[in-house]
């Protein structure tokens, strides 16, 4: 047949195109939920930095308060403490 090479080379780049098309919407989801997972993580970082684990008070609570919030985290309510009372009571 006289027009074989352009039906192949058609083929080929119908075939190229589509794929490279597919494969990057597919690149794309994936590169798209590690950014959203990404950001997840930041924001509970942020949240675990800014926020007392046990009452959940922010930072911002404790500007002009005589304690501060990193004492309130080692002192008042360090969570290792609370862990270890949780391991007393399962253990007992």
């Not at 590169?31 to 509970?44: G, H, P, S, V, Y």
């Not at 675990?48 to 501060?68: A, E, M, P, Q």
Request: proline share 1%; hydrophobic share 50%.
């Amino acid at each position: 047949e006289p027009l074989y090479f352009f039906r192949v080379i058609y083929d080929m780049m119908f075939f190229f195109i589509v794929i490279i098309i597919t494969l990057n919407l597919i690149f794309g989801v994936i590169i798209d939920n590690f950014a959203d997972l990404r950001t997840e993580k930041q924001r509970n970082d942020e949240i675990l930095r800014n926020t007392c684990f046990i009452c959940g008070l922010d930072r911002k609570s404790f500007d002009n308060k005589h304690v501060t919030f990193e004492d309130h985290i080692r002192k008042v309510h360090n969570m290792w403490n609370y862990v270890y009372f949780m391991v007393l009571i399962h253990v007992k």
